[in-house]
């Protein structure tokens, strides 16, 4: 249950962060054109499989003890 729940928040705060680094009123964002713009990709990205794979393994662990 734990696992779900932690996956569940680590999908949370990647889509809250990515939400965060979308263009704003024709702005880019900062980090656009530097060179920590592949970093940033890079850790959204890997914040996303964390999550599913966390969220999915705990389902599989709820359904798989009952």
């Known amino acids: 249950m ?3 729940i932690i996956g569940v928040v680590v999908l ?3 889509i809250v962060t990515f939400l965060a680094l979308l263009p704003r009123d024709g702005r880019r964002h900062r980090f656009v054109d530097t060179e920590l713009e ?10 996303i ?3 599913f794979s966390m969220a999915l393994s705990g389902i599989i662990n709820l359904f798989g003890s009952a």
């Open 49 to 51: 499989a964390l999550g």
């Open 38 to 47: 592949p970093y940033i990709s890079v850790a959204i990205c890997a914040g």
């Open 12 to 14: 949370a705060v990647t």
């Open 2 to 4: 734990l696992l779900l």
